[in-house]
């Protein structure tokens, strides 16, 4: 019989380590974001062998006393929060207080430091989360981070780090994300002795060009849209800036870098006119809100957020880019607030406009497939979803059953129904594949080459078949035969974005419903189609037996009912 035990400090912060300290590059984000929260205004990063030998983090900011250097590295022990009102209205890139606990678990750390007005510097090294006594060192104000050696002590985690050329990658990645959200900071990038990034304080455009390259800058313009607390503000690229890969596109929230769904679907939307086929749109965005309608504190390396209220986002950043995309097509209003009226507080699936696009071959061929696989009931009980009538804008199903009238938002109820198949085959052990007659060949950089091999696995199981066909470019050879008509090499682009982002693995397993819900969305991209009854009847069947059809995948309401009473009541009838 075994005893629950109490695990050791070291062992509780290595397992946090699992979390936060994934490779080099995230040993660079933790320190860089200290740097930033203490007021740096230049910053010098060193790596050695792609970061696994050394991250050095030296910046000029307001430093730390001897006394707090050892709670520097304690658990649980920051500057920056005190209190859960603080948590919630958090303006530091920093807060939980485990960065550095959690790196010096599984690295040799040394903190040398001096706040303003301090004689001299402090030093304190830790090896494998055992700190020594602080002793004095030379400095000027500011503080130097290093780590070394990172995994020196748990080895299974060190089979995990990749060629240095691939680490070094994702640090120059990271070092880009941060330089990008904050151009008045200099910054200096030095890898094995070489410098590969100087940059000096600027103005946005300007480090917009030297991180993403003059052509970027020349070819996009200025946004500044504000709507009452909402701040959208950035560089856009026009048609003209786009690019064959996605590696231009940064999105920050209140100046941290995210990857949110709202937000991406977003700017999609914004840009679907505009650009065709596989071009990528390239932006670089900054969305400011207080930061209490946002939650940053739900990701262990806090790069996802979650919005209070993510429809009022989605509506604020699809109009806001839109109209600067399109200057003359300005009619949609730019509105935080949600509209008043008599429909106002009816349903939440009235308050939310999403874009109405182009018809796809996947949907149609779902919707042909689906209305010769379900034959209809004929004069039966009318079915919980009742029986179309007609369809409205090509967005909407209209349909009556015993209680009323049935609203459906047919693109959002597809994408329901592709997801739980989906989820059905992954279950079964894997997403049933089709080969593509002709493979879809993608442009890409190195990362997303070394993500593909390395995932090989994975995305089989998600049911692409993905070779590497040249050092820049991969073919998908199949696809999951539910969306094979559909954008596979969108989808493919995604899901390499997300397993770089996140990795393999036990991470695949918890974010199995995200990437899911990616595939679903590649598959059922909005349609302004045309649909007869019979496949609209069709669709409505397909959601009475699939589980989870009351929401998409975004969680917005799929389908309203409107009661005889409610139309009664909108108008005024009494009866
Ligand atoms: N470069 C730095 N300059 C000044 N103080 C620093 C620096 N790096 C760390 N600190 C101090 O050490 C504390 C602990 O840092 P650590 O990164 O572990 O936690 P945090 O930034 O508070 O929260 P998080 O774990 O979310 O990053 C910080 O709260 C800050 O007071
Ligand atoms: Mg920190």
Redesign the pocket.
Same mark, same amino acid.
């Given at each position: 019989m075994r005893h629950i035990r109490v695990l050791p400090e070291l062992l509780i912060s290595q397992i946090a380590a699992g979390e *936060?300290v994934e490779r080099p590059a995230s040993v660079l984000k933790?320190?860089l974001?200290? !740097?930033l929260?203490?007021g %740096?205004a230049e910053v010098v990063v060193t790596l050695e062998q792609g970061g696994a030998k050394r991250v050095q *983090?030296d910046?000029d900011?307001?430093?730390?006393a001897k006394e707090?250097l050892p709670? !520097?590295?304690a658990r649980h %022990?920051?500057?920056?929060i005190a209190s859960l009102d603080d948590l919630q209205g958090v303006t530091?890139?920093?807060?939980?207080?485990?960065?550095?606990?959690s790196i010096a678990s599984v690295a040799r750390l040394a903190l040398t430091?001096r706040a303003a007005g301090a004689p001299h510097a402090s030093t304190l090294r830790a090896e494998g989360g055992a700190a020594g006594a602080p002793a004095a060192a030379a400095r000027a104000k500011?503080?130097t981070?290093l780590v070394e050696d990172l995994y020196f002590n748990t080895p299974a985690r060190r089979k995990f780090l990749r060629t240095e050329q691939t680490e070094f990658g994702h640090c120059e990645e990271t070092f880009r994300r941060i330089a990008l959200a904050r151009p008045d900071v200099a910054f200096t990038l030095k890898h094995n002795g070489r410098v590969s990034a100087h940059l000096r304080a600027q103005a946005i455009g300007e480090r917009a060009a030297a991180l993403l390259g003059r052509e970027f800058l020349d070819a996009s313009f200025p946004v500044d849209v504000q709507a009452g607390p909402l701040r959208l503000y950035g560089v856009a690229g026009t048609p003209q800036a786009a690019r064959a890969r996605a590696d231009a596109q940064y999105f920050f929230v209140n100046g941290r870098f995210v990857r949110d769904r709202v937000l991406a679907h977003a700017v999609r939307e914004a840009y679907r006119d505009q650009l065709h086929g596989e071009r990528q749109p390239a932006y670089l965005l900054f969305l400011e809100l207080d930061p209490r309608a946002v939650d940053v504190n739900v990701h262990p390396a806090?790069i996802e957020v979650r919005f209070r209220d993510a429809g009022g986002i989605h509506q604020f950043v699809f109009h806001a880019l839109k109209r600067a995309l399109s200057p003359t097509a300005a009619e949609a209003p730019v509105a935080y607030a949600r509209p008043a009226g008599p429909g106002a507080g009816l349903r939440p699936a009235f308050q939310q406009e999403f874009q109405v696009a182009q018809p796809v071959q996947a949907y149609q061929g779902f919707m042909t497939a689906a209305a010769q696989a379900v034959p209809l009931p004929a004069a039966e009980k009318s079915p919980p979803l009742g029986y179309a009538l007609a369809q409205l804008h090509g967005v909407y199903i209209l349909a009556q059953n015993e209680a009323g009238l049935v609203l459906v938002d047919m693109h959002a109820a597809h994408e329901r129904i592709v997801m739980e198949k989906l989820k059905a085959g992954l279950d079964a052990g894997a997403v049933a594949r089709q080969s593509l007659l002709v493979p879809a060949v993608l442009q890409v950089d190195a990362l997303d080459v070394a993500a593909a091999e390395e995932n090989a696995g994975a995305l089989e199981s998600l049911g692409l078949e993905i070779s590497v066909s040249g050092p820049n470019e991969l073919a998908v050879r199949s696809a999951p035969a539910l969306l094979a008509g559909g954008d596979v090499a969108g989808l493919a682009r995604s899901l390499l974005r997300e397993l770089r982002e996140y990795g393999a693995g036990a991470v695949l397993q918890a974010r199995q419903n995200e990437l899911l819900a990616t595939m679903a969305c590649h598959a059922a991209v909005r349609a302004s189609r045309a649909l007869t009854t019979t496949e609209m009847n069709a669709l409505l069947r397909e959601m009475e037996e699939t589980e989870r059809s009351g929401s998409c995948n975004h969680g917005r309401p799929t389908w309203y009912q409107l009661s005889m009473a409610d139309l009664d009541r909108l108008f005024l009838r009494g009866r």
């Amino acid at each position: 019989m075994r005893h629950i035990r109490v695990l050791p400090e070291l062992l509780i912060s290595q397992i946090a380590a699992g979390e *936060v300290v994934e490779r080099p590059a995230s040993v660079l984000k933790e320190l860089l974001e200290n !740097a930033l929260d203490a007021g %740096a205004a230049e910053v010098v990063v060193t790596l050695e062998q792609g970061g696994a030998k050394r991250v050095q *983090v030296d910046d000029d900011g307001a430093g730390l006393a001897k006394e707090d250097l050892p709670l !520097a590295l304690a658990r649980h %022990a920051t500057s920056k929060i005190a209190s859960l009102d603080d948590l919630q209205g958090v303006t530091t890139m920093g807060f939980r207080g485990e960065a550095l606990a959690s790196i010096a678990s599984v690295a040799r750390l040394a903190l040398t430091s001096r706040a303003a007005g301090a004689p001299h510097a402090s030093t304190l090294r830790a090896e494998g989360g055992a700190a020594g006594a602080p002793a004095a060192a030379a400095r000027a104000k500011g503080t130097t981070v290093l780590v070394e050696d990172l995994y020196f002590n748990t080895p299974a985690r060190r089979k995990f780090l990749r060629t240095e050329q691939t680490e070094f990658g994702h640090c120059e990645e990271t070092f880009r994300r941060i330089a990008l959200a904050r151009p008045d900071v200099a910054f200096t990038l030095k890898h094995n002795g070489r410098v590969s990034a100087h940059l000096r304080a600027q103005a946005i455009g300007e480090r917009a060009a030297a991180l993403l390259g003059r052509e970027f800058l020349d070819a996009s313009f200025p946004v500044d849209v504000q709507a009452g607390p909402l701040r959208l503000y950035g560089v856009a690229g026009t048609p003209q800036a786009a690019r064959a890969r996605a590696d231009a596109q940064y999105f920050f929230v209140n100046g941290r870098f995210v990857r949110d769904r709202v937000l991406a679907h977003a700017v999609r939307e914004a840009y679907r006119d505009q650009l065709h086929g596989e071009r990528q749109p390239a932006y670089l965005l900054f969305l400011e809100l207080d930061p209490r309608a946002v939650d940053v504190n739900v990701h262990p390396a806090k790069i996802e957020v979650r919005f209070r209220d993510a429809g009022g986002i989605h509506q604020f950043v699809f109009h806001a880019l839109k109209r600067a995309l399109s200057p003359t097509a300005a009619e949609a209003p730019v509105a935080y607030a949600r509209p008043a009226g008599p429909g106002a507080g009816l349903r939440p699936a009235f308050q939310q406009e999403f874009q109405v696009a182009q018809p796809v071959q996947a949907y149609q061929g779902f919707m042909t497939a689906a209305a010769q696989a379900v034959p209809l009931p004929a004069a039966e009980k009318s079915p919980p979803l009742g029986y179309a009538l007609a369809q409205l804008h090509g967005v909407y199903i209209l349909a009556q059953n015993e209680a009323g009238l049935v609203l459906v938002d047919m693109h959002a109820a597809h994408e329901r129904i592709v997801m739980e198949k989906l989820k059905a085959g992954l279950d079964a052990g894997a997403v049933a594949r089709q080969s593509l007659l002709v493979p879809a060949v993608l442009q890409v950089d190195a990362l997303d080459v070394a993500a593909a091999e390395e995932n090989a696995g994975a995305l089989e199981s998600l049911g692409l078949e993905i070779s590497v066909s040249g050092p820049n470019e991969l073919a998908v050879r199949s696809a999951p035969a539910l969306l094979a008509g559909g954008d596979v090499a969108g989808l493919a682009r995604s899901l390499l974005r997300e397993l770089r982002e996140y990795g393999a693995g036990a991470v695949l397993q918890a974010r199995q419903n995200e990437l899911l819900a990616t595939m679903a969305c590649h598959a059922a991209v909005r349609a302004s189609r045309a649909l007869t009854t019979t496949e609209m009847n069709a669709l409505l069947r397909e959601m009475e037996e699939t589980e989870r059809s009351g929401s998409c995948n975004h969680g917005r309401p799929t389908w309203y009912q409107l009661s005889m009473a409610d139309l009664d009541r909108l108008f005024l009838r009494g009866r």
